[in-house]
């Protein structure tokens, strides 16, 4: 038994959660997922819980809901079944939901296990080196190198660039019509289709004032919204911008 | 006469992303959507049957030549890459989304039993998840689903190439009759 508890200890970051580990014990105790010694699998199922605690690792909460389900289940089948049953009580064994449950979580698991067999772009396959390879690379390497820019480094960002402008643009008066609104979509715009972008390559050739501070709210609007996200690869570096997610 | 395969095979070589019959069709535009078809399946056949080290493969709705899968040791030692694998959690977790999508959070998370934050949140880095829109309901909670890099990463043509849940359930009866079978021998 000491044995098979470090056996288990091994093992368990290989759940994926209390479902999981349900489906493990099923499996490890040969039993009929349609009919489940609960009482035995309740406390395999403690056991688990118990090394999990001892181990001192993070115990998510929805392991001990499951215990508290896989408890009242027990129960519930001790109670007595009525020797006449009537018809709702027939159809209602107590295990029915977690069953199904744990049916529809395996269907999924075997899901996700097909998915990974099929031949994978850039494991299995490969294309004529597409860009999407290395859109894959970059947002990986993105993720280890970049480091992400906070507010006030953005507002220096401004500042500089306001810094640049030649002074005697800011004499000139702008009959441009501008909405904070129209900014943001061809922001958004913009970078769905350039992918990232800097701050200077956003304004392009119009690098008047009121562009660059409609710009830059548009900016500090769309981080708010996690709509983009903001990166620059050391200090004082170029930030970058990125869509947050596909559109 | 132009040798109409020559230039399919041409413009899907030149394009970067799967490239879709009507695209072609709309270079070959004196030519019949059917003729474009019967012209793309017989080069699918010709890189077959020369045993060519590239495959046409029909994914995310277009067509691309990709290497063979049984070439992956040797390119791989070229790229000197290791691909950016998923974790057993954002695997699942990107089933669900792609069998049951449009789905929420909270759906996923019922179906996977714990908290999928970070598995999802993963995944719409990687652009194989993308928000669809927001459900109507108190909360108004977020709506997710597959995009078209998800249909090119795991080489699906749509969607519905994914085997269907009756397939799964099938699948599931196997197992269990594997499961009763070896009860019973013991």
């Known amino acids: 038994m000491a044995d098979e508890t470090t056996g288990y200890a091994i093992k368990l970051d290989i759940f994926e959660g209390p479902l999981d580990l349900l489906l493990y014990l099923i499996k490890k105790n040969e039993i009929d997922i349609y009919n489940i010694p609960v009482a035995l699998i309740t406390e395999q199922y403690l056991q688990y819980l118990k090394i999990i605690k001892s181990l001192n690792l993070d115990l998510a909460g929805e392991y001990l809901v499951m215990a508290s389900t896989l408890i009242h289940i027990k129960s519930k089948m001790l109670l007595p079944v009525p020797d006449e049953p009537s018809e709702e009580e027939k159809e209602e064994d107590p295990r029915a939901e977690l069953v199904r449950q744990l049916l529809e979580y395996q269907a999924f698991k075997e899901a996700a296990a097909a998915l990974q067999g099929r031949p994978l772009l850039e494991r299995d396959v490969f294309t004529r080196s597409a860009p999407l390879d290395d859109d894959m690379e970059q947002a990986a390497e993105d993720e280890d190198e970049l480091i992400e820019v906070n507010v006030f480094e953005l507002i220096d960002a401004f500042h500089r660039l306001v810094s640049r402008i030649d002074k005697k643009e800011f004499l000139k008066i702008d009959l441009e019509k501008m909405s904070l609104a129209d900014i943001i979509n ?33 900016i500090l609007e769309l ?18 911008i990125f869509p947050a997610v596909e559109s | 006469m132009p040798n109409y395969k020559a230039i399919i095979e041409a413009l899907i070589l030149t394009s970067e992303t799967p490239l879709a019959l009507e695209k072609i069709c709309a270079v070959l535009n004196d030519m019949e959507r059917a003729e474009v078809k019967k012209a793309i399946q017989e080069l699918i056949v010709e890189y077959d049957e020369r045993q060519s080290g590239i495959y046409l493969a029909e994914v995310a709705g277009g067509f691309q030549f990709r290497t063979r899968p049984e070439l992956s040791p040797w390119v ?111």
């Open chain 1, 223 to 240: 981080i708010k919204l996690k709509m983009i996200k903001a990166y620059q690869t050391s200090a004082f570096g170029v930030i970058r």
């Open chain 1, 186 to 218: 061809d922001v958004m715009e913009r970078l769905n289709r350039e992918k990232n972008l800097t701050f200077e390559e956003l304004l392009g050739e119009r690098t008047d004032r009121r562009r660059i501070v409609y710009t830059f709210l548009a």
């Open chain 2, 76 to 186: 791989k030692k070229l790229k000197g890459t290791k691909p950016a694998s998923l974790s057993p959690a954002a695997l699942e977790t990107l089933a669900i989304v792609a069998y049951r999508q449009p789905i929420v959070k909270a759906e996923i998370e019922d179906i996977r039993g714990v908290d999928v934050s970070a598995p999802l949140k993963g995944l719409l880095e990687k652009k194989l998840v993308r928000i669809v829109g927001r459900k109507d309901v108190p909360g108004k909670p977020i709506i997710y689903g597959t995009t078209k890099k998800f249909l090119e990463v795991f080489n699906l043509k749509d969607l519905s190439e994914l085997p269907t849940l009756r397939e799964l359930k099938e699948l599931n009866e196997q197992t269990e009759a594997q499961t009763a079978g070896e009860l019973s021998e013991s």
